[in-house]
């Protein structure tokens, strides 16, 4: 079973200052990792192949990392490796600068079709910067594959997976066929950490081919983007709720008082 | 010159600052309070590879060097003394030895196990009478058959209650002296005749074990003799100049955070309506903190270079041990005078930290020991010979 996890490096947002005021991202140490969503889907897929604590896979099972980004997102896929992926290829050109969603997932749906297909694809629900959650679902349409969204828990067999997502105020199993897109929940799959010896050997062994567009195939027309990005602006600020002020025994009986009245919690003793 | 670390390293500070602060800094107050060894910490280090660091991975270790090692040494160090300490015995002098002049069997059979964490390590050198005079040792090693027997006590043995297995220096001929009349050994420690004497009650350091460790008729085959029969005396000092390194990366990961912690809590402080951080008297020793924080961080890595690289490296890791040791005293010392009575608190790190940081200038050759290395370094090239 071949198991492709496409990542994505995102600048640290630790790293990050943002004044609302000037409208600006201030960057204040230039670090990059591997976003969120991106590192618990190559920790469930890493589980899936059976290893570290809590895998419930078999063997014969291989994760291929793919990334798509600029030259030192080498760095996100050689910590995938030290994870415990078994291959990993960068998907980088000049040509590829300005790829909005629609590019994007073709550049990664050729990767896949290059690497002679998956059996299963496992993405996080959203990246940590941008947070569109289309690449999954995008993916899926584009390679005819099944998929299953936000998932929090993840069963694999050699027909099919067994998925548990959220729905509603709980949660709901589903199964789907192979192949198939699998979205995880970045909550759901804390990340384990790599192993010192895999460390070294994903930088001074192990190889990250790069693929451009050449290697991809893909014409000027095949990256021309849809969308164009005009401006950057932030969100409105959110609406705070009211403020108490005062001595602390007097704010904590207002806050009580204003809790019971919105039925938060019960009257006392009741 | 280029002064970056190398990608890998990077990545592995990473891996190593969120085992440390994840994992080993919140069992840090407890093991101190109850004077326990953190087994389960040590055995989550070993998952990630972190017992066998410098050690080449055909022998089960990272492959990672000196530089390497001085890197989880100085983010063990920032977060717990006790737990870098326990880590530190088992490789930057249990397993060292064996890994500087262990035969291609015994690392195969010993070096391996201690690399993957499946076994832990103790280096066997001070006994009641001999420390820093550490020819002066008086456990013995005699000949019988296919084995030599071994007979004596040695004490302040960082790990020695629960490491299996242990390096030990024994003399084999008294009328030879220091050089050609001491041996050392590979000692798997459920042989028997081997016992735990006293567990030393510390001021600090104290989630790590410091045992006696007794030796009564123990047979070790003579295939575990370690480097040249005669030549134990030579094994050990080799050892100890590599060690000193990473001792001093530990001091610095201590000095470290004992320099943001005053940063932390001089902004947070009022008095006179004003934080502290705007106090020039603050700014002053902070600045002072940081001046040898930098100078030190320069010479470990530094000396790491020159071990990595087979260069000569004495002077340089006593220097790293001395001025390591010392400068985190000092750190840590104006770390509580920053943070006033609070630092001196049980329940808060500064005073832990200002504990466990005595024994760095007393453990693994005294500072007084590093200044005759150094000075002995420094005549020698002009024909003076110091000895201690």
């Known amino acids: 079973m071949r198991i492709i996890v496409p990542i994505k490096q995102i600048l640290d947002p630790d790293g990050l200052t943002f004044r609302r005021d000037k409208e600006r991202m201030f960057i204040n140490r230039e670090e990059y990792i591997i976003g969120p969503g991106s590192k618990a889907a190559v920790e469930a897929a890493l589980r899936l192949k059976g290893e570290g604590d809590e895998g419930s896979g078999e063997p014969g099972r291989t994760v291929v990392a793919l990334s798509m980004g600029e030259a030192r997102a080498d760095d996100a896929l050689r910590e995938a490796l030290a994870m415990g992926c078994d291959a990993a290829y960068l998907l980088s050109d000049s040509a590829f600068a300005y790829a909005d969603l629609s590019v994007t997932t073709r550049v990664l749906a050729e990767a896949v079709a290059r690497l002679g297909g998956a059996d299963l694809i496992v993405t996080g629900r959203e990246s940590g910067d941008t947070g569109a959650g289309q690449i999954g679902p995008r993916l899926a349409q584009a390679l005819g594959y099944a998929q299953v969204t936000d998932v929090c828990a993840l069963v694999a067999g050699e027909d099919g997976i067994e998925a548990t997502r959220r729905w509603g105020e709980g949660y709901a199993t589903v199964k789907a066929p192979l192949p198939a897109v699998v979205t995880v929940a970045p909550e759901a799959f804390e990340p384990r950490l790599p192993h010192g010896a895999r460390i070294m050997s994903a930088y001074r062994e192990w190889d990250v081919p790069v693929w451009d567009a050449d290697a991809l195939e893909l014409g000027e027309a095949a990256l021309a983007p849809l969308l164009t990005k005009r401006r950057e602006s932030f969100p409105p600020p959110l609406e705070v709720g009211e403020v108490f002020r005062g001595d602390p025994e007097t704010v904590a009986e207002d806050v009580v008082a204003a809790l019971r009245q919105q039925k938060i919690i019960g009257q006392a003793g009741g | ?388």
């Open chain 2, 1 to 388: 010159m280029d002064f970056s670390f190398p990608k890998e390293y990077q990545l592995f500070r990473r891996m190593a600052r969120d085992f440390c602060q994840n994992v080993v800094k919140p069992r840090a107050k407890a093991i101190d309070r109850d004077h326990t060894v953190p087994h389960d910490v040590i055995r989550e280090a070993a998952k990630l590879g972190l017992l066998g660091v410098p050690f080449p991975q055909k022998y089960g270790g990272m492959g990672a060097g000196e530089t390497g090692y001085c890197i989880l040494a100085e983010e063990l160090g920032r977060v717990c003394s006790s737990t870098a300490t326990v880590i530190g015995a088992h490789i930057g002098i249990a397993a060292m030895a064996i890994h500087l002049d262990g035969t291609e069997e015994q690392k195969q059979k010993y070096l391996v196990p201690l690399a993957q964490g499946t076994a832990i390590g103790s280096f066997g050198l001070t006994e009641a009478q001999a420390g820093s005079d550490a020819a002066a040792i008086k456990t013995t090693a005699v000949r019988d058959g296919d084995h030599y027997v071994l007979n004596g006590a040695k004490v302040f043995i960082t790990n020695g209650d629960i490491a299996e297995i242990m390096t030990v220096m024994a003399v084999t001929d008294p009328s030879l002296g220091a050089y050609g009349g001491i041996t050392a050994f590979i000692v798997e420690t459920d042989t028997p005749g081997f016992s735990i004497g006293t567990l030393e009650n510390k001021m600090g350091i104290r989630g790590s074990s410091t045992a006696e460790t007794v030796f009564e008729d123990v047979r070790v085959p003579k295939e575990n003799v370690l480097g040249g029969f005669g030549a134990g005396f030579l094994t050990f000092m080799k050892t100890l100049d590599v060690g000193r390194a990473s001792l001093g990366a530990a001091t610095l990961g201590g000095a470290q955070a004992a320099m943001e912690a005053s940063i932390k809590w001089a902004k947070a402080r009022e008095q006179f309506g004003v934080p502290i951080a705007t106090k020039q008297s603050v700014h002053f020793m902070i600045a002072d903190m940081a001046v040898e924080i930098e100078a030190l961080r320069s010479l470990i890595y530094r000396t790491a270079w020159l071990i990595d690289t087979g260069q000569p490296h004495i002077l340089e890791a006593a220097a790293c041990k001395l001025f390591g040791s010392e400068t985190a005293h000092r750190c840590i010392d104006r770390a509580m005078q920053v943070h006033g009575a609070l630092g001196y608190s049980r329940d808060y790190e500064i005073e832990r930290g200002w504990r466990d940081q005595r024994i760095t200038e007393i453990y693994e050759g005294t500072n007084e020991i590093q200044r005759l290395v150094v000075a002995a370094n420094l005549f020698r090239p002009h024909g003076v010979r110091i000895s201690s």
